[in-house]
Structure formats: structure tokens, C-alpha cells
């Protein structure tokens, strides 16, 4: 069972906060693949516009996904974990009074957080993209208090993050990117801040120094992701790796159905046995066990009945 959604809020606002240990936070390319990603030990989860709503629509990520379909499938993943869920907010879907009705759905669909970019509604652009412009610092300010404001009235746990663009926008520059971060935090009252495109590492350490509380950064224009231990020499206590997860399991299936096209079965057969000493999870399995169990059946009982219905 998913844990009540103020409880996964409050787990957020600790992981975000903690100094001893690294928060990883990563892309569930599905409901099945979060549950996967929750037993092997990950503590938070991402649901992105491109690269999870996106997954599910076959839409780009340039605000294409209505607010509706992006909160239904972060609530989907949401309550079939135990651990915290972030949704990837963009621009927030409209004007302050939209926000704040983003803000109100979350929290009724059990997720216990979202990212809000300062990117313009209209004329939005995927991030990394050329041409990304970002809207004017009292704009922002404006949109990330009606979050605040909104989450403060409903559940004060709920995490807002705001995302700032400014480094590489045509109208931005490093020291704005600093002043923004810095105002997201200290006016708008956000309960995080990302930095989306640094270009060095002295970059990511002044950034550091000119916020307080929790502070994150995407790879941006380094030449590699930072590890673990490097954040936390940083100062930084958050790392954003969302995309891993789609690109191994893209290679993965890549390989078996090339694979397949060649060898048919023999394929899957081969897949089997290398995988006969490695344990492999099905978490469509394992919730059907715990069905089974409310109801005083054995799985292999549970999986017939939910099977037999696609019987000719």
C-alpha cells in the first residue's frame, strides 16, 4: 500500500534537507519500473513531462501535456509506491489561479512535491533546447508564491522547487541566474531551488554559497555528470540523475529485440539463462500477492482469476 500523502510529503521535506547523505533522484519510466526502483533501494522519484509523461503520450516536452494528464500519471506512480513522488510542473499550466489549482491536485493525488520553471507559458522550450527565454523576476516571484501560498493552506509539507533557466536563456546571464535563485528562495518562498544549465563546477560552487537550504543542479553544459561524493563536497546534498533509468532500460530492450529479429526464441532463451543466478523483481506479481492476501487466496489463485477474463 502507498503511505498517506502527508507522510510522503514530510519524508520529501527530510530528504531534501538531510546533510550526511546524497538524495539521487531519478526518472520511473512507469508504475511497474517505480515499485522496481523503490525495492532496490531509490528514495524519491521524478515524474518528467518528457521523459515519463512524455514516455506514456509520445508528446515532446514543450508544454504539449495538458496539466490533467501529467497529474493523473505522477498520481498513478505515486500510489503505487511508498516513497515520495515529484512532478515536473513546467511553467504551471497557465496563470497564478492555474498554479494554484496544480498545486491543490497534487496534493489530492498523493504527490508529495513539484518543480515549476521560470520559462514563459507561451513560447516554453525543452530543457537544453536553444532559444529558451525566461519570464521577468517579479513574474516568477508571482508564480512561485502562488505555489507556496496554495501548498501552505493545504499541506505546509508539500515540496515546491522552482527551476531557473536564466544561465543559458537569451535574456539571462550567470549573475542573474544567482539573483533568481537566491530571490526564489528568499522571497518567493520555494522550498528548493535548482540550477538547470551550469557550465563548471565554479559555477555550481557560487550558486552554492549565494543560497541557503536545499539546492540542486542538472548537468547543463558540464562535460559529465558529478558523482556522489562530489556533490556532497560541494555542498550540495541532491543529485539529479533523471534520464539514467530511461536510457538503460532503452539499451536493454534494444538489445533483446535486435536480437530477436535474428535468432526468434532462442533470444528469450538465452536472456533467461543469463539472468538464472540474478534475481529479477515483477512487481505486477508482487501486487497481486498482496491482493491475494486481503482476500485469504494464494497468488496462483489471485493470478487465475485476474487472468481469466482474456480466456477466448
Known amino acids: 500500500m502507498s503511505e498517506k500523502p502527508e507522510l510522503k510529503s514530510a519524508r520529501l521535506q527530510e530528504l531534501i534537507k538531510r546533510r550526511d547523505k546524497v538524495l539521487a533522484v531519478l526518472h520511473p519510466p ?13 528514495e524519491a522519484l521524478f515524474v518528467g513531462t518528457g521523459g515519463v509523461v512524455g514516455a506514456y503520450t509520445g508528446l515532446s516536452d514543450v508544454g504539449t501535456a495538458t496539466m490533467t494528464e501529467c497529474v493523473t500519471i505522477a498520481g498513478w506512480i505515486a500510489d503505487s509506491v511508498s516513497i515520495p513522488v515529484i512532478l515536473d510542473g ?9 498554479v494554484r489549482r ?19 507559458i507561451e513560447g516554453k522550450r525543452k530543457t537544453q533546447s536553444a532559444g529558451v ?10 508564480r512561485y508564491r502562488a505555489a507556496v501560498d496554495m501548498k501552505n493552506e493545504l499541506d505546509p509539507d508539500f515540496v515546491v522547487m522552482a527551476q531557473c533557466y536564466a544561465r543559458d ?25 535548482q540550477f538547470e544549465s551550469p557550465h563548471s563546477v565554479d559555477e555550481i560552487r557560487a550558486a552554492r554559497a549565494a543560497v541557503r537550504g536545499p539546492f540542486s543542479f542538472m548537468k547543463g553544459k558540464l562535460d559529465r555528470y558529478l ?17 539514467f533509468t530511461h536510457h538503460v532500460t532503452w539499451a536493454a530492450l ?10 526468434g526464441v532462442k533470444a528469450w532463451e538465452t536472456f533467461v539463462e543469463s539472468r538464472r543466478d540474478r534475481r529479477t523483481r515483477c512487481p505486477k ?28
Open 30 to 42: 512507469s508504475a511497474a519500473h517505480a515499485r522496481i526502483m523503490e525495492k532496490a533501494g531509490c
Open 90 to 98: 513546467d511553467t504551471g499550466h497557465g496563470s497564478i489561479m492555474a
Open 102 to 120: 496544480m498545486v491543490r491536485e497534487c496534493v489530492r493525488a498523493g504527490i508529495a512535491g513539484i518543480r515549476i520553471d521560470d520559462q514563459p
Open 133 to 142: 527565454e525566461v519570464v521577468p523576476l517579479d513574474q516568477a516571484i508571482a
Open 169 to 193: 536563456a537569451l535574456n539571462g546571464t550567470l549573475e542573474d541566474t544567482i539573483t533568481r535563485l537566491r530571490a526564489y528562495r528568499e522571497e518567493a518562498g520555494v522550498d528548493w531551488v
Open 227 to 243: 558523482d556522489l561524493d562530489e556533490h556532497l563536497a560541494l555542498g550540495v546534498t541532491i543529485a539529479w540523475y533523471p534520464g
Open 254 to 263: 534494444w538489445d533483446f529485440m535486435t536480437a530477436f529479429q535474428t535468432r
Open 285 to 312: 506479481r508482487r501486487r497481486m500477492a498482496k491482493v491475494a492476501q486481503s482476500r485469504g487466496l494464494s497468488s496462483n489463485a489471485t493470478f487465475r482469476q485476474a487472468t481469466s477474463a482474456d480466456r477466448p
